[in-house]
Structure formats: C-alpha cells, structure tokens
C-alpha cells in the first residue's frame, strides 16, 4: 500500500449536490479517496505527499450516458471515419475534458465498441487517459421504404431493421447475444419524412431486452411517443419531448416508472444564433479552426434544410427541462457527443451549461453529469467525491457555480489518483 497524496486548500464539489466545502483536503490513496475533510478536520501527516490547490475548485469528472463515438473526424460525421483508432482518439479527447464515463448508444459498427469496452474491463487496455466506455452495440429502427431509416444519419446501414414484434424480439436476442450495456431503440419520424413503429414493436424489444437483464432506451421527440415507451416500462428516454413540452401525465409516467431523461440539449442550439462558443478558447485546443469552420457551415445547412423555428423549439426544451426538474423527474446530463458540432468532451460542458441557463441550479446540474449517471450506469465507485470511492477529480481554475462555464477552465484532470498528461494529448492532436 502506498502512501496517501494529500490535495490541500481547494472548494469540493462533491457531486452529491451538497454545498460546496472550502479550504477542503482530499486524501488519495492507490487511486480511491480515502477521506474527505477539511483544514481543520483533516490535518496533513508532517512528511506527508501534498499538492496545493489553493484557489482551485474540485469537482468529480462527468459521465455522460449518451452519445455516439467514432464517427466525427476533421469537422465531419461520417461512417468512414468509423474506427478503432478514432474511438480510441474520442475516449482521450473526453478524458482530456474531465469526462471520464462515456455510454455510446446503438450505432456500433462490426463490434469494434464493444471490443474496446471488452479490452477496458479486462484490463488488456488500461490507459487511464481513456474514458471507460459503455456501448449499446446496434440499435433497433423501423424501416423506411425506398429510403434510409430514421436512425442517425451516419449509422442506419448498421442498425436493426423490425417489423414486427416477432422480429423485434428476435433482434433484441441477437444484440444480446453480444452483451450490450442497454438495448437502444428509435421512434422517430423525422420531422414526416420516415417510418416509425407503433407502441405493440416497442413494448416487445423493451419487454425482451428486461428478459435478457437489460435496460431499453427509447430515442423519441413526440410527446405519444415518450408516454407509449414509459407504459411498456422503457428504463429512459433519450431526449426531452418537443412541443408541447411534458405534461402531467408523462411527469406521472415518468415518476411513476422511476425513468430517466437525457437532457441533450445542447446539440439544438447549433442550429440557431451565432454559434460563438466555436471560438471557445478551450475548444481550440483540441479543434482546429478549419474543422470548426466546417461544423459551422454543416448546422447552418441543415437548420435551413429543416421548416423549423429552432428558437421556439428549443425554449420548449428549456421550459420542459424546469417542469421535469421541479417535478423531481431523473434527469441526467446527455450531450448526444459525436455528432455534428457535439466535440468529444467539449459537448458535455456546453451541456452543462445549457442545463445551468435553462434555470437548472448548478449543484443540481452538476449531480446530474456526475452521481447520478453514475449511478444508473452501476459504478457505485464513481460519480462523487467521497471516502472510498475512485479519485477521478477535475480540477479547475474557477468555481462554476460562479459561472458554469468555468468547468471548461481546467488546470488538471486526475483518473483514478492519476493525473492525466494533457499537454501530451494536445501536442498529438497538434501534430
């Protein structure tokens, strides 16, 4: 057993949604907390291994359950940008932003996600700079006729074509067969244009999926939709309703079902105002300013392709995330990362912030990208900064409940009692 590192003089966020705690210590020991504390409380061994966080805020790195990995490269969502090698190159970009957790949701290709999520857990891949992945495998969709499914745009060839509930059943059995975190299902119409199945197909794939020990996450927009999936027990949906918004009864359904809702967010507001967080600082260092560029002219594209008025759209959202909030509805941050202008690990503190300005309170916001997914993922260990739990911490510069925006300046990320080499992983994106 080593001996303890002792992290001095910082404000904890624990992640527990407790009050923040300052000139706080954190003692770490072989990689888990071994106490938490504070100056006074907690006084450091003479002799003993100490870092000076004085004017420093900690807070437990996020987990985002939702997202798709592997296929944006060079300012492009794409199947053939599709790889191993690019997966590996999300996790440490996720990891670079504090993000230590990441839950890819039914677009796996030839089972390379779960591959690499195999490798994690026996610890054949133990880098620390990799975020723990979480993969879905392939997803289920109805089919469109003489044309691309309603799944995302850059994956339909891979997913489940199902018809039936026979069918449905049948395929839930086959992603099972290659053990999947959660079975992912899409019921979605896009915007008229493609076909969906009905509540009978949706209660089959979640009723087999619980049969085999799995959660079913539906992917919905249309409020019928998110109340059809809840009635057949659906664990979660993947995004919030779209006008009108939640009602009673969903909130009851939702209450009722101890379902969760992914916020994801923030992947709408690249379709409507200036999109000046492109130019973010933070984001810069692992972007370069051509696939911003790119990214920037893709969403203006294809918000005027669509006859919507996104503003309106997304104060829904907002007004929506309040409602589920103050209901006491689970929601947990999601930052739909991997998709159009959603950068691994930059997403998901846009989506915080999203959260915070939609009238979220911070502590709030921030149990729900930590703890609580967390929690629904099964990592007992992970999610807040707590005695025996992994000292995966993110360090930052300034407070975000000040601003929480301030959880994109970080100083340091720490994984598992590591800290991670962020300069090395920027110098091999520069390079």
Request: hydrophobic share 45%.
């Amino acid at each position: 057993m080593s001996t303890p590192t002792y992290y001095t003089g910082l404000r904890l966020i624990s992640g527990d949604g407790s009050a923040p705690v300052d000139d706080a210590v954190i003692a770490v020991r072989d990689g888990i907390v071994e106490s938490v504390g504070t100056a006074r409380t907690t006084p450091v061994p003479a002799g003993a291994r100490q870092v000076d966080l004085t004017g420093k805020t900690v807070m437990p790195t996020i987990v985002n359950p939702h997202g798709h990995i592997g296929y944006l490269k060079d300012g492009d969502t794409h199947p053939r940008n599709f790889s191993r090698a690019n997966v590996l190159d999300h996790l440490r970009r996720l990891t670079y932003y504090g993000v230590s957790v990441f839950q890819s949701l039914g677009t796996d290709r030839d089972g390379v996600e779960l591959a690499v999520r195999d490798a994690q857990r026996s610890g054949e891949l133990s880098d620390p700079a990799l975020a723990l992945l979480f993969s879905a495998g392939a997803g289920l969709v109805a089919p469109t006729s003489d044309a691309e499914n309603a799944g995302p745009f850059f994956a339909t060839d891979v997913l489940h074509e199902v018809t039936t509930p026979e069918q449905a059943r049948r395929a839930v059995r086959e992603v099972a067969a290659t053990k999947p975190d959660v079975i992912k299902f899409w019921i979605d119409d896009r915007w008229g244009q493609k076909a969906k199945f009905g509540p009978d197909i949706a209660a089959a794939i979640i009723h087999e999926a619980h049969a085999h020990g799995l959660r079913a996450i539906a992917h919905i927009f249309e409020l019928d939709d998110a109340k059809a999936v809840l009635r057949a027990g659906a664990d979660g949906i993947a995004h919030m309703v779209r006008e009108p918004g939640p009602d009673l009864e969903l909130i009851e359904l939702l209450l009722e079902h101890d379902a969760f809702v992914f916020t994801s967010m923030s992947i709408q507001t690249g379709f409507f105002g200036d999109m000046a967080w492109l130019d973010d600082p933070a984001l810069a260092e692992s972007v370069p300013a051509a696939d911003r560029a790119a990214v920037r002219s893709q969403m203006a594209a294809f918000a005027a392709s669509v006859d919507t008025d996104w503003e309106k759209a997304y104060a829904v959202l907002e007004s929506g995330l309040r409602e589920l909030v103050d209901s006491g509805v689970r929601v947990l941050l999601s930052a739909d990362t991997g998709v159009g202008a959603q950068f691994p690990g930059f997403a998901e503190h846009r989506e915080l912030e999203a959260m915070v300005r939609a009238g979220m309170p911070p502590l709030e916001a921030i149990r729900a990208a930590t703890l609580l997914p967390a929690e629904m993922l099964g990592l007992p260990d992970r999610g807040s900064i707590a005695p025996g739990k992994r000292a995966d911490l993110l360090v930052l510069d300034a407070d975000p409940l000040q601003d929480i925006a301030h959880t994109r300046r970080i100083a340091q990320v720490i994984i598992g009692g590591t800290p991670i080499d962020r300069r090395a992983l920027r110098a091999a994106w520069e390079g």
